[in-house]
């Protein structure tokens, strides 16, 4: 059984500060990283992706893949009380059809 | 507008009752897929369509059925057979199925009285 494993929260950040949210997986085979933001009674919308180890930078948001110890993380600099969502991370292996998603981090950025 | 539809915004069934849940694109994207989402867990697929004509069980894909005549289209319908239904449906759409950046469609969000 594939899984991608999330600390559920609440994580409660206070405003202006970095929130860091993380993510594990256990098929040693995945090769493809999503962020996904949801906002309460919302769809999910992409926020970053990530294939390669390595850091990768999107404005204030930063993906960050070690795959040797399968893990992604997900930095936001400068939280603003906007950022206050459900955050799931999902992997897939190249080619697979299917994502697997995790049970998402309930981030809250306190003003 | 380029995007994912999905109607309706909230849908009400009786027991006992088949409903039919739209999901439209014009991203001209290959692949689509059906989930659900129930409170504090992750989206579980239901199926998914990677060409027209052609879709695939996802994990949870009892008493559901789908179709895909068209590229654009990707109905669910949610039968009698689903035994708890209440929950909340998106829609999603890649590409293809290899390049897996999926985007969402705003959800509809069904209630079984």
């Known amino acids: 059984q594939k899984e991608v494993e999330q600390n559920s929260g609440p994580l409660s950040v206070p405003e202006g500060a970095i929130a860091s949210l993380n993510c594990t997986y256990s098929?040693?085979?995945?090769?493809?990283f999503f962020w996904y933001r949801q906002y309460s009674g919302k769809s999910p919308e992409l926020i970053m992706s990530?294939?390669?180890?390595g850091d990768k930078e999107d404005g204030r948001f930063t993906a960050q893949l070690n795959k040797a110890s399968q893990y992604v993380s997900l930095l936001i600099r400068d939280s603003q009380p906007s950022d206050s969502a459900t955050y799931l991370c999902?992997?897939?292996?190249?080619?697979?059809?299917?994502?697997?998603f995790g049970t998402g981090t309930r981030l809250t950025i306190i003003p | 507008d380029g995007g994912i539809t999905q109607s309706p915004k909230y849908l009400f069934r009786k027991e006992g009752q088949n409903v039919t849940l739209s999901c439209e694109q014009n991203?001209?994207?290959?692949?689509m897929y059906w989930y659900r989402q129930d409170p504090g867990q992750g989206l579980r697929l239901i199926y998914y369509s990677q060409i027209v004509n052609d879709f695939q069980k996802g994990d949870i894909a009892e008493g559901y059925s789908v179709s895909r005549e068209k590229k654009e289209s990707f109905p669910l319908t949610v039968t009698s057979a689903q035994k708890n239904p209440t929950a909340f449906y998106l829609c999603?759409?890649?590409?293809?199925?290899?390049?897996?950046?999926?985007?969402f469609g705003p959800g509809t969000r069904l209630t079984v009285l």
């Open positions: 098929d040693r085979g995945s090769q493809s």
């Open positions: 991203l001209n994207h290959d692949a």
């Open positions: 999902a992997a897939t292996n190249f080619g697979n059809e299917k994502l697997t």
């Open positions: 990530i294939y390669s180890n």
């Open positions: 999603a759409s890649s590409i293809s199925s290899a390049y897996n950046e999926q985007f």
